[in-house]
């Protein structure tokens, strides 16, 4: 059956800048695509300079004459964080939107981050909120808008408090479920240390709901070979628009959540389908994982604990 086409509008973004993580390939490109056609000046922070190329050159072919600049960024390394944050900083440009997108996925043995996080947990989680961090002054010069992308995985999960780094007795897909819902929980008290403090900094969640991405597919880097059965069975099921969506329909949510001129601090988006995993999208209830303030700030210091970040 012919899937019936998705699609959002979104309004005139010139003069607004906008800084994408991994928006080398996937979801990221897709998003920082549509940003950069709406007039945003798209910066694209990335790990691998060839791959940041090869997407700024898509970028300039679909939407001729727009801005779009590369970083230096590796989530993994706080370090690295660090270094992007100061060079953002240095040029002095506020940042109106931030979309921290960028993760990785179930790897099959633990592997650990430059600074000796577990992988998951330092990148999908910890690097981002090194980053909101070293970018808040610049956040907060534009009155801008962060977007936390999490996963349709934090539907349930928990931080393990007792052992955050998984040391002590590895699994994959508990470990990717923790990050995404420590994610969760971080941006949900950004939106409220912004009111509470005056920031003046918006921030809501985001999630693709399940569409064929490379997250799950071949990755020698992360021990996985060959494409798992989970995503094999996505594409075929996104080919015959069945259920699930696709690498643009994916993008949507956050997109919405970025621009949404009804949106509200602290709210969720994601594709509203059975099951939160495909369709339009739009708002939707806060998953059980995400409802506990209490948790909320217990992530938040922990995570400013691990990162040395600061939020002053």
């Known amino acids: 059956m012919p899937r019936r086409p998705i699609e959002i509008s979104l309004p005139r973004?010139?003069?607004?800048?906008a800084v994408v993580t991994g928006a080398s390939d996937g979801i990221g490109l897709g998003i920082a695509t549509a940003l950069a056609g709406a007039g945003a000046a798209v910066v694209l922070p990335v790990r691998n300079t060839a791959k940041g190329e090869a997407a700024r050159a898509q970028v300039l072919r679909e939407h001729p004459g727009a801005s779009v600049t590369l970083g230096t960024l590796d989530l993994s390394s706080l370090d690295s964080v660090r270094a992007f944050a100061?060079?953002?900083v240095d040029a002095g440009t506020p940042v109106d939107?931030?979309?921290?997108?960028?993760?990785v996925m179930t790897p099959p043995e633990r592997q650990t981050t430059q600074d000796g996080f577990e992988l998951q947990f330092g990148t999908n989680h910890l690097g981002h909120v090194a980053l909101v961090a070293g970018l808040l002054p610049l956040l907060r010069a534009a009155r801008g808008h962060v977007v936390s992308q999490i996963s349709v995985a934090a539907r349930s999960g928990s931080v393990h408090w007792?052992?955050?780094n998984w040391e002590r007795s590895y699994h994959g897909m508990r470990a990717y479920q923790q990050s995404k819902v420590a994610f969760g929980l971080f941006g949900l008290e950004l939106a409220r240390r912004s009111r509470r403090h005056g920031w003046g900094v918006t921030s809501t969640l985001a999630h693709p709901g399940v569409a064929p991405t490379s997250l799950l597919a071949a990755r020698p880097e992360l021990g996985r070979s060959g494409d798992t059965a989970s995503v094999r069975a996505i594409r075929w099921l996104s080919g015959r628009g069945l259920l699930v969506g696709t690498a643009h329909t994916a993008g949507l949510p956050a997109l919405l959540a970025a621009t949404d001129p009804a949106?509200?601090?602290?709210a969720l988006y994601g594709p509203l389908g059975p099951g939160n995993v495909g369709g339009a999208p739009g708002r939707h209830a806060l998953w059980r994982p995400l409802r506990s303030e209490a948790d909320a700030a217990r992530v938040w210091d922990l995570s400013e604990e691990l990162t040395g970040a600061t939020f002053a």
């Not at 973004?13 to 800048?17: H, V």
């Not at 939107?97 to 993760?103: I, K, R």
């Not at 949106?263 to 602290?266: A, E, Q, S, V």
């Open 86 to 88: 100061r060079s953002m």
């Open 263 to 266: 949106g509200r601090d602290g």
């Open 13 to 17: 973004l010139d003069g607004q800048t």
């Open 97 to 103: 939107l931030l979309v921290g997108n960028a993760g």
């Open 162 to 164: 007792d052992d955050p």
